[in-house]
C-alpha cells in the first residue's frame, strides 16, 4: 500500500492552498468555478480517499465508491463530507470515481475494469444504472445503491423534480407573482425536463400563458446562472425567476447585484436544492434532503455488506422537496 495521500497533496497538485481544498470539500457553493473544478480533478487523479475514522494500528479499510458523471456538479463537495460523516464510525471510507462525462454506468464501469477490485460497494449519483449495470456489479458481487436517479432493478433514491418545481412556483403564485420566468441549464436532462413541466403546469394552472422568452438556459454553475439572467432580463421583464438550481440562483444574486436590482424589491427569486450558502444570503429554495438521502444510501449498503439483507432490493423511494421560505421573496 502506498503513501496514504493528504489534503496537502491535493493542494499541491491543484495550485491552491490546504485551505481552500477543505473549502471545496465542506462548502463547494462557495468557492469560484475553475478552483473548485482544479481541487476535484486532483482528488480524482490522486484517487484520494478521505478518512473516515481515525483507527489506531488498523488495516486498510474497505472502500465505498461514490460514482458520479461530472465532478463539477455544485453539490458534490456536499455529498462527500455527508457521506464521510456516515462512514465515519464504520470500517469503510470513501472512494470518488469520475466517469468523465458518461452517464451510462455499463459503459463506464465495462471499459474501467480496474475499479472492480479497489471497491466493496457503490453509491451510483445521478447517472443512468441501465441494465448492462446492474448485470455488471452483480457478476462481480458488489452492491449497488442509485442516488438522483430511478432504477427499476437496485435500490434508487430520487427527488420529485416535477412537484418539487411545481410547489415552487405555486407559491410564487400565491404570492401575487403573475410574470414568473424560468431558468435551468440543458433542456435535455431528464431533471431539468420534469422541473420545467412542474413550472410550466403550475403556471397554466393559474391561468397564465406560457410564454417561452420567459425561460433561460445556460450551464449548471453561478457563472451560468449570472449568463442567463443577463439573457433572459434582456428580452423580457419577470416579477420574480424560479431557477431550477441554488448555484444558478447564485448567480442571478451577482447579477441582479451588479445591476443595481433588489430582492424581493425589483424582482422575487426561489431556488431548487436547498444549499448551505442558501441561508447565508436568504434564498427562498426547495429543499432536496441530500443529507437524507446519503443516510438511506449508507444505511443500505452497510445492511448489504454485513448480510442482513442479503439479495438487492429493489425499492425505489422518491422523495419530495420542500420549501424552504426566506427572504428572497415578498
Known amino acids: 500500500m502506498g503513501k496514504k495521500v493528504t489534503i496537502h497533496d491535493i493542494a499541491s ?9 477543505s473549502r471545496v470539500m465542506n462548502h463547494p457553493d462557495i468557492v469560484n468555478g475553475k478552483t473548485r473544478d482544479s481541487v476535484f480533478s486532483a482528488i480524482e487523479q490522486l484517487e484520494y480517499i478521505p478518512q473516515a475514522s481515525i483507527q489506531s494500528g488498523s488495516e ?25 460523516s456516515e462512514l465515519a464510525a464504520t470500517e469503510y471510507d470513501l472512494l470518488l470515481i469520475n466517469m468523465k462525462g458518461e452517464r451510462v454506468v455499463s459503459k463506464f464501469f465495462i ?5 472492480r477490485k479497489k471497491i466493496d460497494a457503490i ?3 445521478s447517472a443512468i444504472m441501465d441494465e448492462a449495470g446492474v448485470d455488471f456489479f452483480r457478476a462481480i458481487n458488489v452492491p449497488v445503491v442509485i442516488i438522483q436517479n430511478r432504477c427499476s432493478q437496485e435500490k434508487s433514491i430520487s427527488t420529485n423534480n416535477y412537484l418539487g418545481a411545481f410547489d415552487a412556483v405555486k407559491y410564487l403564485i400565491s404570492r401575487a407573482y403573475k ?11 431528464t431533471h431539468l425536463n420534469d422541473r420545467f413541466y412542474g413550472y410550466k403546469n403550475a403556471i397554466e394552472k ?19 446562472g449570472y449568463a442567463a439572467t443577463k439573457t433572459l ?5 419577470p416579477d420574480a425567476i424560479f431557477y431550477t438550481c441554488d448555484s444558478m440562483a447564485f448567480g442571478g444574486y451577482k447579477y441582479f447585484t451588479d445591476s443595481g436590482l433588489s430582492i424581493p424589491g425589483d424582482i422575487g427569486i426561489v431556488g431548487f436544492d436547498d444549499y448551505e450558502m442558501a441561508s447565508v444570503v436568504g434564498l427562498t429554495t426547495m429543499k432536496q434532503f441530500i443529507g437524507v438521502k446519503t443516510r438511506m444510501a449508507v444505511s443500505y449498503l452497510l445492511d448489504r455488506l454485513s448480510g442482513r439483507i442479503k439479495t438487492p432490493n429493489a425499492e425505489e423511494v422518491c422523495i419530495t422537496p420542500r420549501l424552504v421560505i426566506r427572504g428572497s421573496t415578498l
Request: aromatic share 8%; glycine share 10%; net charge negative.
Open 123 to 125: 453509491i451510483i449519483f
Open 179 to 189: 410574470k414568473i420566468a424560468f431558468i435551468g441549464w440543458e433542456p435535455e436532462d
Open 13 to 21: 497538485l491543484a495550485g491552491v492552498s490546504p485551505s481552500t481544498v
Open 206 to 224: 393559474a391561468g397564465i400563458v406560457f410564454n417561452p422568452d420567459m425561460t433561460a438556459y445556460a450551464p449548471l454553475s453561478v457563472d451560468g
Open 60 to 84: 486498510k479499510k474497505s472502500i465505498i465508491g461514490l460514482a458520479v458523471p461530472d465532478i463539477n456538479l455544485p453539490m458534490l463537495g456536499g455529498i462527500i463530507r455527508d457521506l464521510n
Open 111 to 115: 471499459e474501467n475494469t480496474n475499479y
Open 233 to 237: 432580463l434582456e428580452k423580457v421583464k
